[in-house]
Protein backbone atom coordinates (compact mmCIF):
# COMPACT_ATOMS: atom_id res chain seq x y z
CA UNK A 1 0.00 0.00 0.00
CA UNK A 2 1.22 3.77 -0.42
CA UNK A 3 1.98 5.56 2.37
CA UNK A 4 3.31 8.91 3.24
CA UNK A 5 4.32 10.04 6.37
CA UNK A 6 5.29 13.26 7.33
CA UNK A 7 6.99 14.44 10.45
CA UNK A 8 9.02 17.76 11.74
CA UNK A 9 6.00 20.05 12.74
CA UNK A 10 6.06 21.91 15.72
CA UNK A 11 5.83 25.50 17.19
CA UNK A 12 8.15 27.95 16.09
CA UNK A 13 8.51 31.24 16.70
CA UNK A 14 8.09 34.59 13.58
CA UNK A 15 11.10 34.57 11.62
CA UNK A 16 12.40 30.95 12.56
CA UNK A 17 13.10 27.64 10.65
CA UNK A 18 11.30 24.23 10.26
CA UNK A 19 12.54 20.77 8.20
CA UNK A 20 9.47 18.68 7.27
CA UNK A 21 9.95 15.46 5.96
CA UNK A 22 8.10 13.19 4.15
CA UNK A 23 8.93 9.04 3.87
CA UNK A 24 6.95 7.37 1.39
CA UNK A 25 6.67 3.57 0.99
CA UNK A 26 4.82 1.26 -1.15
CA UNK A 27 5.54 2.67 -4.35
CA UNK A 28 8.54 3.56 -6.44
CA UNK A 29 9.61 6.98 -5.18
CA UNK A 30 11.76 8.27 -7.61
CA UNK A 31 9.51 7.76 -10.69
CA UNK A 32 6.97 10.41 -9.09
CA UNK A 33 6.84 14.32 -8.87
CA UNK A 34 6.18 15.08 -4.96
CA UNK A 35 4.05 18.21 -3.97
CA UNK A 36 3.35 19.71 -0.22
CA UNK A 37 -0.12 21.48 0.29
CA UNK A 38 -1.01 23.22 3.58
CA UNK A 39 -4.13 23.44 5.23
CA UNK A 40 -4.86 26.76 8.18
CA UNK A 41 -6.72 25.65 10.72
CA UNK A 42 -10.16 26.08 9.77
CA UNK A 43 -9.34 26.55 6.36
CA UNK A 44 -8.88 25.41 2.48
CA UNK A 45 -6.27 23.65 1.30
CA UNK A 46 -3.39 25.58 -0.79
CA UNK A 47 -0.16 24.13 -2.74
CA UNK A 48 2.57 24.78 -1.73
CA UNK A 49 5.56 23.65 -3.47
CA UNK A 50 5.83 20.88 -6.26
CA UNK A 51 9.11 19.04 -7.33
CA UNK A 52 10.60 16.52 -10.07
CA UNK A 53 11.03 13.21 -10.06
CA UNK A 54 14.82 13.92 -10.15
CA UNK A 55 14.86 16.89 -7.51
CA UNK A 56 15.75 19.04 -10.98
CA UNK A 57 12.58 21.26 -11.11
CA UNK A 58 11.11 23.17 -8.01
CA UNK A 59 7.91 25.16 -8.31
CA UNK A 60 6.52 27.49 -5.71
CA UNK A 61 3.32 28.94 -4.89
CA UNK A 62 3.67 33.06 -4.82
CA UNK A 63 3.56 33.40 -0.70
CA UNK A 64 6.45 31.14 -0.38
CA UNK A 65 9.04 31.53 -2.89
CA UNK A 66 12.53 32.76 -1.42
CA UNK A 67 11.14 31.54 1.93
CA UNK A 68 10.41 27.98 1.48
CA UNK A 69 13.03 25.01 -0.30
CA UNK A 70 11.40 21.70 -1.65
CA UNK A 71 13.93 18.92 -2.01
CA UNK A 72 13.55 15.15 -2.37
CA UNK A 73 16.43 12.16 -1.50
CA UNK A 74 15.52 9.46 -3.95
CA UNK A 75 17.89 6.79 -1.89
CA UNK A 76 16.04 7.25 0.93
CA UNK A 77 12.75 7.61 -0.38
CA UNK A 78 12.39 11.16 1.48
CA UNK A 79 10.57 14.88 0.68
CA UNK A 80 11.72 17.51 1.90
CA UNK A 81 10.33 20.74 2.92
CA UNK A 82 12.92 23.65 4.34
CA UNK A 83 10.37 26.59 5.86
CA UNK A 84 12.49 29.76 6.69
CA UNK A 85 11.79 33.35 8.03
CA UNK A 86 8.09 31.79 8.91
CA UNK A 87 5.39 34.30 9.71
CA UNK A 88 2.14 33.83 11.94
CA UNK A 89 0.18 33.32 7.94
CA UNK A 90 2.38 30.17 7.49
CA UNK A 91 0.47 28.10 10.54
CA UNK A 92 -0.91 25.19 8.76
CA UNK A 93 -0.89 21.28 8.71
CA UNK A 94 1.28 20.41 5.90
CA UNK A 95 0.74 17.31 3.84
CA UNK A 96 3.10 15.78 1.40
CA UNK A 97 1.21 14.66 -1.37
CA UNK A 98 1.99 12.19 -4.57
CA UNK A 99 1.56 13.66 -7.82
CA UNK A 100 -0.10 11.54 -10.54
CA UNK A 101 -0.44 12.23 -14.10
CA UNK A 102 -3.47 12.81 -15.85
CA UNK A 103 -3.88 11.22 -19.50
CA UNK A 104 -4.03 15.07 -20.16
CA UNK A 105 -0.28 14.99 -19.20
CA UNK A 106 -1.43 17.28 -16.44
CA UNK A 107 -0.97 16.42 -12.56
CA UNK A 108 -3.59 15.86 -9.76
CA UNK A 109 -2.75 14.33 -6.30
CA UNK A 110 -3.47 10.93 -6.04
CA UNK A 111 -2.36 10.07 -2.18
CA UNK A 112 -1.46 12.32 1.11
CA UNK A 113 -0.49 11.77 4.27
CA UNK A 114 -1.53 12.78 7.65
CA UNK A 115 0.18 15.73 7.88
CA UNK A 116 1.87 17.47 10.17
CA UNK A 117 1.41 20.54 11.86
CA UNK A 118 3.45 23.91 11.81
CA UNK A 119 2.85 26.31 14.72
CA UNK A 120 4.14 29.81 14.01
CA UNK A 121 3.74 31.99 16.91
CA UNK A 122 5.63 33.76 19.70
CA UNK B 1 -4.14 32.34 -11.30
CA UNK B 2 -6.99 30.19 -11.75
CA UNK B 3 -9.58 31.14 -9.20
CA UNK B 4 -11.67 28.23 -8.14
CA UNK B 5 -15.46 28.97 -6.66
CA UNK B 6 -17.22 26.13 -5.03
CA UNK B 7 -21.10 26.31 -3.97
CA UNK B 8 -22.95 26.21 -2.09
CA UNK B 9 -20.43 27.06 1.32
CA UNK B 10 -22.76 24.55 3.08
CA UNK B 11 -25.28 21.78 1.98
CA UNK B 12 -28.18 20.43 4.27
CA UNK B 13 -29.31 16.93 2.91
CA UNK B 14 -30.51 13.74 4.15
CA UNK B 15 -29.53 10.64 4.23
CA UNK B 16 -30.47 8.50 1.12
CA UNK B 17 -30.97 11.70 -0.73
CA UNK B 18 -29.00 13.37 -3.44
CA UNK B 19 -26.62 16.14 -3.56
CA UNK B 20 -25.39 18.45 -5.78
CA UNK B 21 -22.32 20.01 -5.53
CA UNK B 22 -20.82 22.80 -7.61
CA UNK B 23 -17.35 24.29 -9.01
CA UNK B 24 -16.33 26.97 -11.24
CA UNK B 25 -13.38 27.84 -13.20
CA UNK B 26 -12.55 31.50 -13.58
CA UNK B 27 -11.08 30.40 -17.03
CA UNK B 28 -11.13 26.89 -18.90
CA UNK B 29 -9.26 24.42 -17.71
CA UNK B 30 -10.58 21.88 -20.40
CA UNK B 31 -10.62 18.56 -17.76
CA UNK B 32 -8.47 18.99 -15.45
CA UNK B 33 -10.35 18.94 -12.16
CA UNK B 34 -10.11 17.21 -9.19
CA UNK B 35 -12.86 16.63 -6.50
CA UNK B 36 -11.31 15.47 -2.91
CA UNK B 37 -13.36 14.65 0.45
CA UNK B 38 -12.26 15.60 3.68
CA UNK B 39 -13.56 14.38 7.26
CA UNK B 40 -12.79 15.88 10.23
CA UNK B 41 -9.29 15.34 11.36
CA UNK B 42 -8.31 13.46 8.13
CA UNK B 43 -6.55 13.79 5.06
CA UNK B 44 -7.72 14.39 1.66
CA UNK B 45 -9.14 12.02 -0.17
CA UNK B 46 -9.13 11.81 -4.34
CA UNK B 47 -12.45 11.04 -5.47
CA UNK B 48 -12.52 11.94 -8.82
CA UNK B 49 -9.77 13.13 -11.20
CA UNK B 50 -10.30 14.35 -15.54
CA UNK B 51 -13.33 15.71 -14.11
CA UNK B 52 -15.13 12.46 -14.28
CA UNK B 53 -13.02 9.76 -13.64
CA UNK B 54 -13.85 8.04 -9.96
CA UNK B 55 -10.49 7.06 -8.42
CA UNK B 56 -9.51 3.72 -7.03
CA UNK B 57 -12.42 2.01 -4.67
CA UNK B 58 -14.62 5.52 -4.76
CA UNK B 59 -18.64 4.36 -4.82
CA UNK B 60 -20.46 4.47 -7.79
CA UNK B 61 -22.56 6.42 -6.30
CA UNK B 62 -20.50 9.59 -6.65
CA UNK B 63 -20.38 10.92 -10.06
CA UNK B 64 -18.62 14.12 -11.52
CA UNK B 65 -19.40 16.19 -14.94
CA UNK B 66 -18.62 19.29 -16.69
CA UNK B 67 -15.44 20.75 -18.87
CA UNK B 68 -14.30 24.08 -19.29
CA UNK B 69 -15.45 26.32 -16.46
CA UNK B 70 -18.44 24.59 -14.85
CA UNK B 71 -18.42 21.27 -12.64
CA UNK B 72 -20.57 19.07 -10.79
CA UNK B 73 -19.87 16.57 -8.46
CA UNK B 74 -23.37 14.37 -7.47
CA UNK B 75 -23.31 12.07 -5.01
CA UNK B 76 -26.93 9.83 -5.70
CA UNK B 77 -27.74 8.01 -2.19
CA UNK B 78 -25.86 9.62 0.55
CA UNK B 79 -24.49 7.95 3.10
CA UNK B 80 -23.54 8.20 6.64
CA UNK B 81 -19.85 8.51 5.82
CA UNK B 82 -20.10 10.72 2.70
CA UNK B 83 -21.17 13.66 5.25
CA UNK B 84 -17.83 15.84 5.16
CA UNK B 85 -15.98 18.56 3.27
CA UNK B 86 -15.51 18.43 -0.26
CA UNK B 87 -12.77 20.39 -2.37
CA UNK B 88 -12.67 20.50 -6.39
CA UNK B 89 -8.93 21.66 -7.63
CA UNK B 90 -7.68 22.34 -10.87
CA UNK B 91 -4.49 21.42 -12.66
CA UNK B 92 -4.27 22.85 -16.19
CA UNK B 93 -1.81 25.01 -16.17
CA UNK B 94 1.97 24.66 -16.30
CA UNK B 95 3.99 25.70 -14.31
CA UNK B 96 2.10 24.23 -11.67
CA UNK B 97 -0.08 26.54 -9.87
CA UNK B 98 -2.60 24.27 -8.91
CA UNK B 99 -5.66 25.77 -7.27
CA UNK B 100 -8.19 24.62 -5.13
CA UNK B 101 -11.86 25.25 -4.35
CA UNK B 102 -13.02 26.97 -0.91
CA UNK B 103 -14.80 23.85 -0.15
CA UNK B 104 -18.77 23.00 0.54
CA UNK B 105 -19.72 21.46 3.45
CA UNK B 106 -22.30 18.57 3.33
CA UNK B 107 -24.06 17.95 6.53
CA UNK B 108 -26.68 16.02 7.71
CA UNK B 109 -30.36 17.64 7.91
Known amino acids: DVQLVESGGGLVQPGGSLRLSCVASGFTFSSYRMSWVRQAPGKGLEWVAN????????FYVGSVKGRFTISRDNARSSLYLQLNSLRAEDTAVYYC???????????????WGQGTLVTVSS | EIVMTQSPATLSVSPGERATLTCRAS??????LAWYLQKSGQAPRLLIYGASTRATAIPARFSGSGSGTEFTLTISSLQSEDFAVYYCQQYSNWPPTYTFGQGTKLEIK
Open chain 1, 97 to 111: ARDFPDTSGWYYFDY
Open chain 1, 51 to 58: IKQDGSEQ
Open chain 2, 27 to 32: QSVGSN
